[in-house]
C-alpha cells in the first residue's frame, strides 16, 4: 500500500509542451502507466508514444485514466484543473508555477464539491517509490519503505529523500505538497492519508516561512496522530516581509514565522530537526526510540 | 507588487471609492500649485514612497496656504524618509501627494485580504483606525471584524451591513460603506490585488466615508493580464540587484552576510541560508536559480552575486531534479573562467548527472572546493569565508 498513487494508476498529461513530453517520457521510463496526453487540437496524434485527445473529458472516457498531471502554462492552469475535476479524475497533481492567487482561490471552492483531490500547484508531484511517478521529482533517489514525506518545496524533498535513503530508509509516499499560497492538498490532508495507510510507520513533514499550515498541522498531529511525525521547517533566518522564491514563502503581518512554527510543532511532540543536515538522522533517532 | 498612495486613490476613484481629491507634486513649486487648485482651507502635504509611518518619520505636513504647501513640499521633496518599515538606510522622497484636508469625525480600518487559512477572500474592519493593525490583533482582538467573502460569489449587501453596524455606523452611513465597500471588492477582484488596506479610513463630520490612506499590493503572478497595473511599478522602491535578478527570473533577497548562495528551488535555496546560519557563517543572499537553470542562467546568477562587495565566499548548492549538474558545472566553470570570481567557491552538486558535472569541475583546473553533503558543503563556505 501507499496513498495516493500506486502501480495501477492510470495517468494522464495535460498539456504536451516540452516539460510534459520530457517528463511523461521518464514517468514511463519509470515504469508509470501513461495512458495518455492531452492537447487541444492535437487529439488523434500520437506523441513518443502516448496517444492524444483534444479534451480531458474525451480522454477519460478512452482510456480509463483515474489520475491526472497538469504541465498548461499560469493562463490556462486553473481551466485545466477545473476540467479534471469535471471529467472525473480523481487525482491531479499541477506542477504549474505561477498561477495568479485568485484563479486557485476559485478553482479551490469549486474543488471543494468535487470528489477530485488536487495536489499542487507549484509542486514536484507525487511519487510512490517504484510503483508510480507523478509530476517532475527524480525518482531514481527514492527508495521502498516505511516513510511518508510530505512538503512545500522540490528540490528541499530531494535533499530529504536522499537522506533517508542514504540511511536505508525506504519511503512510502513522496508527496510535493506546493509552495503558493493556496494549494490543494495541506499538510493537514496528507498527515491524514498517510496515518491511514498501512504501509506508512513515520512521517517526514518539510515546511517553510509563510501562512499557518503547519501550524494547523501541529494541532491534527497532537490530537489524530499516531505515528511519529519529524519536521524541517526552511527559512530559520528569513527577513520579514520577503518573498523567498515560492509565491507563498513570505512573513507578513508578524505570521508564517519559523520559529512560530517549530514551537507549535515541537509542542505537538513532532522532533523538528535544526540542521536542514539532519533531518533523515532526527528520523532515524525518533524511529529507534 | 506595491504602488504609491497616488496611483493607489486614483484605481479607487475609478472604481467609485470616495477619496479626498489630491494632486500629485514633483517640486515644491508644483506643490503650491496644487494647493492653489484644491482651493480648500487646509491641505496635507504627503511623501510618496512604498512605506508606512510616513507621518511620525516628518514624511506628512499640515499646510494652510498655498505658500506654505510650497514650504512643506520643499521640506520633504529630497529627504532621507526613515519609518519602521523602511530598509535601514531609508528611502529617498521624489514625488509629494498634495491632499484636501479632511474633517476627520472619526477614524477607522477597513482591509480586504486574501486569507490564506480560511482559503477565502475577507474583509477586515476595526474601529481602531490608524493603528498597525497586527498591533490591534495582538492587544485586543475583540475589536478586529472579519467577515468572509466568496471569490466566486464576490461581493454581497449584507457583508457591508455586517462590517458598518458592526463598526458603530449609522444606518445612512452604511449606505455608503456598501458603496465604498462594493468598489473595494470588484478592485480587488478585477485586478488581482493581494492586499487593499485603508488605513484610515474616515468618517468626516458631515458623515461622508472616505479613504484618508490606500495601500494596494498587486499579485505578481497575475500581472501579465493587467498591463496598465505593472505599468505603475516604480523601480525606485526596489533594490537595483533584485531588480536585476528579476529581470533574468531569478528569484534573488539580499541579506547582511558574506556567504554569497546560488541555489536551485526556493526551498532548498532557504535551507542552504539556515545550514550556513548553523555552521556559524552569514549569507550574503538568497539566490533560487530555478528549474530551468542552465549555462547562461548560472553566469548572470554569479554577476549579481559578485555585484555585492561583502561577498567572501560563494557556494553553490544544487540538487539536480529537472536541473542537470552538468550543465550546472559548465556555467560554474565559464563564469569563474570569464568573471574571474575573486573569492573561494564552494561547490555541491547532488542529483540527476552530478558525477559528470563534478568531473567537468575536477577538470577545469580552477580552485573549487567539492562538497559530498549539505552539512558539509556549509562548513566548507563557513571556513572559506573566515579565510
Do not use: W
Not at chain 1, 502516448?50 to 502554462?73: K, L
Not at chain 2, 558574506?258 to 550574503?284: E, F, H, K, R
Not at chain 2, 547562461?296 to 539536480?320: M, Q, S, Y
Amino acid at each position: 500500500m501507499a496513498i495516493l498513487c500506486d502501480a495501477s494508476t492510470r495517468l494522464l498529461v495535460q498539456g504536451m509542451g516540452r516539460m510534459g513530453r520530457f517528463h511523461a517520457g521518464l514517468s514511463i521510463e519509470y515504469g508509470t502507466r501513461v495512458v495518455g496526453g492531452v492537447a487541444p487540437g492535437k487529439g488523434g496524434q500520437t506523441i513518443d508514444g502516448i496517444p492524444v485527445f483534444d479534451t480531458v473529458e474525451r480522454a477519460v472516457r478512452e482510456t480509463d485514466a483515474n489520475a491526472s498531471v497538469i504541465f498548461v502554462p499560469p493562463p490556462g492552469a486553473a481551466d485545466a484543473i477545473l476540467e479534471a475535476a469535471d471529467a472525473g479524475i480523481g487525482l491531479a497533481a499541477c506542477i504549474t508555477e505561477g498561477i495568479p492567487a485568485l484563479d486557485m482561490l476559485r478553482a479551490k471552492k469549486v474543488l471543494a464539491g468535487s470528489s477530485m483531490r488536487l495536489i499542487g500547484p507549484n509542486c514536484p508531484g507525487v511519487v510512490t517509490p517504484e510503483q508510480c511517478r507523478i509530476g517532475i521529482m527524480p525518482a531514481q533517489i527514492t527508495k521502498p519503505g516505511p516513510v511518508g514525506v510530505v512538503s512545500r518545496s522540490g528540490t528541499l524533498t530531494y535533499e530529504a529523500v536522499d537522506q533517508l535513503s542514504r540511511l536505508g530508509i525506504g519511503q512510502s509516499t513522496c508527496v510535493g505538497i506546493g509552495g503558493d499560497p493556496i494549494i490543494g492538498t495541506t499538510f493537514t490532508d496528507a498527515l491524514a492519508l498517510f496515518e491511514a495507510d498501512g504501509a506508512t510507520e513515520a512521517v517526514v513533514m518539510i515546511g517553510e516561512i509563510g501562512g499557518s499550515a503547519e501550524e494547523t498541522a501541529a494541532t491534527f498531529v497532537q490530537q489524530k496522530m499516531s505515528k511519529p511525525v519529524v519536521a524541517f521547517i526552511a527559512g530559520q533566518n528569513a527577513p520579514p516581509g520577503k518573498r523567498m522564491g515560492h509565491a507563498g514563502a513570505i512573513i507578513a503581518g508578524g505570521k508564517g514565522r519559523a520559529s512560530d512554527k517549530i514551537a507549535a510543532l515541537e509542542a505537538a511532540g513532532v522532533a523538528v530537526a535544526r540542521s536542514p543536515a539532519e533531518i533523515g538522522e532526527t528520523l532515524r533517532k525518533r524511529l529507534a526510540r | 507588487m506595491n504602488v504609491h498612495e497616488y496611483q493607489a486613490k486614483a484605481l479607487l476613484r475609478e472604481f467609485g471609492v470616495a477619496v479626498p481629491e489630491g494632486r500629485l507634486a514633483g517640486t515644491p513649486g508644483e506643490a503650491e500649485e496644487a494647493a492653489r487648485a484644491l482651493d480648500v482651507p487646509v491641505v496635507v502635504v504627503k511623501a510618496q514612497v512604498h512605506a508606512g509611518g510616513r507621518g511620525k518619520g516628518g514624511g506628512i505636513k499640515l499646510a494652510k496656504s498655498p505658500s506654505e504647501a510650497k514650504k512643506a513640499a520643499s521640506e520633504i521633496l529630497g529627504m532621507t524618509l526613515h519609518t519602521p518599515q523602511t530598509p535601514p538606510e531609508g528611502k529617498i522622497v521624489r514625488k509629494v501627494y498634495v491632499e484636501a484636508g479632511s474633517d476627520i469625525a472619526r477614524e477607522l480600518y477597513l482591509a480586504i485580504v486574501l486569507d490564506r487559512a480560511e482559503e477565502s477572500l475577507a474583509i477586515i474592519a476595526s474601529t481602531e483606525g490608524g493603528m498597525e493593525i497586527e498591533e490591534v490583533a495582538e492587544r485586543t482582538p475583540e475589536k478586529i471584524l472579519t467577515v468572509p467573502v466568496d471569490p466566486n460569489l464576490g461581493f454581497r449587501p449584507y457583508q457591508a451591513r455586517r462590517v458598518g453596524f458592526g463598526l458603530g455606523l449609522d444606518a445612512e452611513q452604511v449606505g455608503r460603506l456598501e458603496v465604498f465597500l462594493e468598489g473595494l471588492l470588484r478592485l480587488f477582484v478585477e485586478r488581482d490585488a493581494s492586499l487593499v488596506e485603508i488605513n484610515p479610513l474616515v468618517v468626516t463630520g458631515s458623515g461622508e466615508i472616505l479613504a484618508l490612506d490606500a495601500k494596494l499590493n498587486f499579485d505578481d503572478n497575475a500581472l501579465y493580464r493587467h498591463p496598465q497595473i505593472a505599468e505603475l511599478h516604480d523601480p525606485d522602491e526596489e533594490d537595483a540587484r533584485e531588480l536585476e535578478a528579476k529581470r533574468i527570473d531569478l528569484a534573488y533577497v539580499g541579506l547582511d552576510g558574506d556567504i554569497g548562495c546560488m541555489v536551485n528551488g526556493a526551498g532548498l535555496a532557504m535551507a542552504t541560508l539556515d545550514m550556513i546560519q548553523v555552521c556559524g557563517g552569514s549569507p550574503a543572499n538568497f539566490l533560487d536559480a530555478g528549474g530551468g537553470a542552465d549555462k547562461d542562467k548560472v553566469k548572470e546568477a554569479f554577476k549579481i552575486i559578485l555585484r555585492d562587495p561583502k561577498v567572501k565566499a560563494i557556494l553553490v548548492n544544487i540538487f539536480g531534479g529537472i536541473v542537470r549538474c552538468d550543465l550546472i558545472a559548465e556555467g560554474v566553470v565559464a563564469a569563474a573562467g570569464e568573471l574571474g570570481v575573486g573569492v573561494p567557491l564552494v561547490v555541491r552538486l547532488q542529483g540527476t548527472n552530478a558525477a559528470e558535472g563534478r568531473k567537468i569541475l575536477a577538470e577545469s583546473g580552477l580552485d573549487i572546493t567539492p562538497a559530498e553533503t549539505l552539512g558539509e558543503a556549509g562548513e566548507k563556505a563557513v571556513a572559506a569565508a573566515a579565510g
